[in-house]
């Protein structure tokens, strides 16, 4: 994750992150991407259950709920774990969560053990009573997936209105009390629209964006002529920058981040440096230090709706365990794991140019499951826009390949 708004604009400097010891339960929300310990943002998809059948759902998620999902008794067991265990935030997503039945129940749950909780949602369900409960429950804030305007949101969410539904939704939730943003994929069908949703960012005052790099996982990997290619990928963060300081010099603090490719990172700084801005681009530098670069299996855990545990949400074939056979805490700190243990330490097992760049120290060699998809699971991320030139790079000084690991990598399952 890569706070355009916090790097490029100057709403968070070294010192805020320092001042509160770099400890996740101390940071605030806006800062956990730099705490040292590195407790893990848990994704639970609490239910397989979906009113939708999104394009790029990277969970294949539709109809009813899975027979094995985690019964009422199992889903408080796991919340009480994970804020025991100090995970900062528990993000509710699905499927649908708001199908699932004791959603409100265990967001009341996760807040009063002292856990942030946040909800993803595809915005067809939230009505003004299921607002009211959510934040008389605690919600911290609730992401509400959009895809573009109106033909293409309906188009990937294959439901005819379904564009307006999610505007009234945006209205319904904000009246409540509830602080409200929006998710975005970016695919080749929906950069054109990219001004207009800062546009739309603008009109209804909305506090937050997050734009994701489309990860071919799930249903997504139909959309393999969908994800952008590395100049597409350039010009959309460059509009996204250029927007995103637009609207905090007219006074509009929006948080604006991108998901999923680390390269951002880098090519931030790069840009900074360009335009003569070097001081506040050391700054940047040491911000994405403290960040570390992709986490997946570190700062990020995924929980399905049957209590498998995942590096990532993308990457659902990677079983870490079962949180029913045993805690997520024992499962997530595992050393006999030697997958897991290499994905904590994964620079010292990337390949190819990822091996030999200057910014791995910053990006942590990108989203392995791209990779793995891609052929190769230590190989480079295909989505790096980066030239060797900007990595530092020449002809010729990509270091030999490591090998992974001694043997082969095995995944524990439970």
């Not at 350039?234 to 604006?256: C, P």
């Not at 949400?313 to 997520?328: A, E, H, P, V, Y």
């Amino acid at each position: 994750m890569i706070g355009i708004s916090k790097l490029y604009c100057g709403t968070a400097e070294p010192s805020d992150v320092l001042r509160y010891g770099r400890q996740s339960g101390k940071l605030p929300s806006r800062l956990l991407q730099f705490s040292e310990d590195k407790k893990p943002v848990v994704v639970w998809n609490m239910t397989k259950a979906c009113n939708l059948t999104c394009a790029h759902c990277y969970a294949s998620a539709a109809g009813g709920p899975a027979q094995d999902e985690l019964n009422l008794a199992e889903a408080e067991k796991l919340v009480d774990h994970l804020a025991e265990y100090g995970a900062p935030v528990i993000l509710f997503s699905g499927g649908e969560p708001l199908l699932h039945p004791h959603l409100t129940h265990l967001v009341r749950r996760a807040v009063s053990r002292g856990c942030r909780a946040v909800v993803s949602t595809n915005g067809m369900l939230l009505s003004e009573e299921r607002s009211k409960r959510l934040f008389d429950a605690g919600a911290a804030y609730i992401g509400i997936s959009l895809d573009g305007l109106s033909g293409t949101h309906d188009r990937f969410r294959r439901c005819e209105g379904a564009f307006v539904t999610v505007m009234n939704s945006i209205e319904t939730a904000r009246k409540t009390g509830l602080k409200v943003g929006l998710r975005l994929t970016m695919t080749r069908a929906n950069l054109a629209e990219l001004p207009d949703i800062f546009c739309l960012l603008e009109k209804e005052n909305l506090p937050r964006i997050c734009f994701y790099h489309l990860v071919n996982a799930g249903r997504g990997q139909d959309l393999e002529a969908m994800v952008p290619d590395h100049d597409e990928t350039r010009r959309a963060l460059d509009l996204i920058i250029s927007e995103t300081k637009r609207l905090h010099d007219q006074g509009l603090k929006i948080e604006a981040l991108t998901v999923d490719n680390h390269a951002d990172g880098p090519y931030l700084y790069l840009k900074m440096k360009a335009e003569g801005r070097r001081i506040e681009a050391e700054k940047v530098m040491s911000l994405l230090k403290l960040n570390g670069g992709n986490n997946s299996g570190k700062a990020i855990a995924a929980i399905s709706w049957n209590g498998d545990v995942h590096p990532d949400q993308f990457w659902r074939t990677k079983k870490l365990g079962s949180i029913r056979n045993r805690d997520f805490a024992e499962i997530w700190h595992d050393k006999t794991n030697k997958f897991l243990m290499a994905l904590k330490n994964k620079k010292d097992y990337v390949e190819g140019r990822c091996r030999s760049c200057a910014f791995l120290d910053v990006c942590g060699g990108g989203l392995r499951a791209r990779a793995e998809e891609a052929g190769s699971l230590w190989g480079p991320d295909p989505a790096c826009y980066l030239s060797d030139a900007e990595i530092g790079l020449e002809i010729g000084q990509i270091a030999p390949d490591k090998g992974a690991l001694n043997g082969p990598v095995y995944v524990g399952q439970d």
